[in-house]
């Protein structure tokens, strides 16, 4: 369906940023190949009973790592002009630090050379939550300042490396999730500071401020060395919440969600360096207090906004608030919110069906909203911003019997053309500087605490012998590209050979 019937005559602006996403932990496999040390996902997959849902481990995966020629060249083949993938903190530095691993420079030059032969653009991420497990024993990785120089050390050396062949880097995935089990900063009970629940908020804020300083700390860097070379930003964790009614309480609580969400790590970026007072207010001493010095290297440290807008909520306040705020099991607030799917008007919606992503729920009007309220109401100094991740689950796919019918995947079709079209009418109606918008993920791949049972690929992923098949959406995702390409005159297809 389309949403807009004169969206039509629209083009995207010249320049536009688009193609596939996917992180080093979740596609390459080769957990213990050619010297890489061990990340805290090879921990958490092979060590912690029940952390992953299905019992599997990111060791083989799609093995990318081994078939990054096919990868690429079938990217290339598809017309996909841009892929997005992160480098192996623990490959390049199997202690996290200390000694390099030629082996794996030698691969990622490798990787680098055949993108550049397939004149593919990159847009690389440093860190997609593959912690060195050696920090991580050392000293607690991201509960401890070392963290910032160690980081540092890495990632100047792959900036050095490969800055000739990028445009925009990516330092750190979805910083807000040093509050989730299932991401880079373990995790409850493997870690005394999380024993209990004002210790464990102590911990999450901590390692949240760390993560921002190891950002800026390497923005600040490369602002310096390559000025005017290119461009540095993180990619936000961050959904679209709508106020369930009209009441006060419900206005506060999609405000307060926004805050302590974007405005944890974004406030100080596009302000005065700083947290947001509402933070510093509800928190304490839960939250670490940033000196001057800290405020000067975060002010300005990105160069423009990335977020990874899945879906959306609606956000109802709760009425015992003011207690659940004091309540120092509840710090972070947005546990004091309610929140429900929202259901845009005349759409199917619901939650994936996997129970994998029952958190996923296909709202496209939520993202073109989400987009105005992100660059005119919370950070007007943003100058553009781009879809660094979306994406859709389809429901069971790992339960349908026939191939045919897990690639015939309507549903997610359905979600990247509602999505894409909204995006459009953002620019396109709302003047929104929407700047690239790149789709989750090239293939199937390992879903963190769900495991590979959960399928968010493009491709589908055979893991007995790894072939990997396009599925519907990805044609259809290509194609929208195609009709609404920079310089694309209209509704004409430019190929109808994709056409679903
Ligand atoms: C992102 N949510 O995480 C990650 O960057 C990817 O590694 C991951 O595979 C992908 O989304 C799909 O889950 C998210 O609950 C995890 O809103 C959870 C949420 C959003 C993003």
């Given at each position: 369906p389309s949403y807009f019937s004169n969206l039509s005559g629209y083009s995207l602006p010249e320049g536009f940023?688009?193609?596939?996403?996917?992180?080093?932990?979740?596609?390459?496999?080769?957990?213990?190949?050619?010297g890489k040390g061990p990340s805290i996902w090879d921990f958490l997959s092979h060590r912690v009973v029940?952390?992953?849902?299905?019992?599997?481990?990111?060791?083989?995966?799609?093995?990318?790592?081994?078939?990054?020629?096919?990868?690429?060249?079938r990217l290339k083949g598809l017309g996909v002009p841009a892929f997005s993938f992160s480098i192996s903190w623990p490959r390049i530095f199997p202690f996290g630090k200390g000694p390099i691993n030629e082996e794996a420079v030698q691969h990622y030059d490798d990787v680098m050379a055949e993108l550049a032969q397939q004149e593919l653009k990159i847009a690389p991420v440093l860190f997609h939550w593959d912690t060195p497990l050696a920090l991580f024993n050392e000293y607690g990785a991201w509960s401890d300042r070392q963290i910032v120089d160690d980081f540092f050390n890495y990632a100047t050396f792959i900036i050095q490396r490969y800055d000739h062949l990028v445009e925009?880097?990516?330092?750190?995935?979805?910083?807000?999730?040093?509050?989730?089990?299932?991401?880079?900063?373990?995790?409850?009970?493997?870690?005394?500071?999380?024993?209990?629940?004002?210790?464990?908020?102590?911990a999450r804020f901590t390692c949240g401020h760390y993560t921002l300083l190891a950002h800026a700390k390497v923005a600040k860097w490369y602002h310096e060395?390559?000025?005017?070379?290119?461009?540095?930003?993180?990619?936000?964790?961050?959904?679209?919440?709508?106020?369930?009614?009209?009441?006060?309480?419900?206005?506060?609580?999609?405000?307060?969600?926004?805050?302590?969400?974007?405005?944890?790590?974004?406030?100080?970026?596009?302000?005065?360096?700083?947290?947001?007072?509402?933070?510093?207010d509800t928190l304490g001493d839960?939250?670490?207090?940033?000196?001057?010095?800290?405020?000067?290297?975060?002010?300005?440290?990105?160069?423009?906004?990335?977020?990874?807008?899945y879906t959306s909520y609606y956000a109802f306040g709760i009425e015992d608030f003011d207690s659940c705020v004091s309540n120092t099991s509840h710090p972070g607030?947005?546990?004091?919110?309610?929140?429900?799917?929202?259901?845009?008007?005349?759409?199917?919606?619901?939650?994936?069906?996997?129970?994998?992503?029952?958190?996923?729920?296909?709202?496209?009007?939520?993202?073109?909203?989400?987009?105005?309220?992100?660059?005119?109401?919370l950070f007007p100094a943003v100058p553009d911003i781009q879809v660094t991740e979306f994406g859709f689950?389809?429901?069971?796919?790992?339960?349908?019997?026939?191939?045919?019918?897990?690639?015939?995947?309507?549903?997610?079709?359905?979600?990247?053309?509602?999505?894409?079209?909204?995006?459009?009418?953002?620019?396109?109606?709302?003047?929104?500087?929407?700047?690239?918008?790149?789709?989750?993920?090239?293939?199937?791949?390992?879903?963190?605490?769900?495991?590979?049972?959960?399928?968010?690929?493009?491709?589908?992923?055979?893991y007995t012998d790894l072939t990997r098949t396009p599925k519907a959406s990805f044609y259809s995702f290509i194609k929208w590209f195609e009709d609404h390409g920079a310089g694309a005159s209209g509704s004409e297809p430019a190929n109808s050979t994709y056409r679903l």
């Open positions: 940023a688009w193609g596939v996403a996917s992180s080093a932990y979740q596609i390459e496999g080769a957990a213990n190949a050619e029940n952390q992953v849902a299905d019992n599997t481990t990111g060791d083989v995966v799609g093995s990318h790592y081994f078939l990054y020629k096919q990868d690429i060249a925009e880097w990516f330092t750190i995935n979805e910083p807000q999730y040093c509050n989730w089990q299932y991401s880079y900063y373990p995790f409850g009970t493997y870690l005394p500071l999380y024993n209990n629940a004002t210790q464990g908020a102590k060395e390559f000025k005017g070379r290119g461009r540095i930003t993180f990619k936000n964790s961050g959904n679209y919440f709508e106020a369930n009614s009209t009441s006060e309480a419900d206005a506060v609580s999609v405000q307060r969600n926004y805050d302590f969400v974007l405005g944890w790590f974004n406030h100080g970026v596009w302000n005065d360096g700083d947290y947001p007072q509402v933070l510093k839960i939250l670490p207090t940033l000196t001057d010095d800290e405020k000067a290297l975060i002010a300005g440290s990105c160069d423009f906004f990335a977020i990874d807008p607030f947005p546990e004091c919110a309610g929140s429900t799917q929202l259901a845009p008007d005349g759409f199917p919606a619901g939650p994936s069906a996997d129970p994998g992503a029952s958190w996923l729920y296909d709202t496209p009007t939520g993202v073109r909203r989400f987009l105005n309220v992100i660059t005119k109401e689950a389809e429901p069971f796919e790992s339960e349908l019997t026939s191939l045919q019918t897990i690639l015939w995947d309507l549903r997610r079709t359905d979600y990247y053309q509602g999505y894409l079209d909204n995006i459009l009418a953002a620019i396109a109606y709302d003047g929104v500087n929407v700047t690239g918008a790149w789709g989750w993920a090239i293939f199937d791949n390992f879903e963190w605490g769900s495991g590979v049972s959960t399928r968010f690929g493009l491709q589908h992923v055979n």
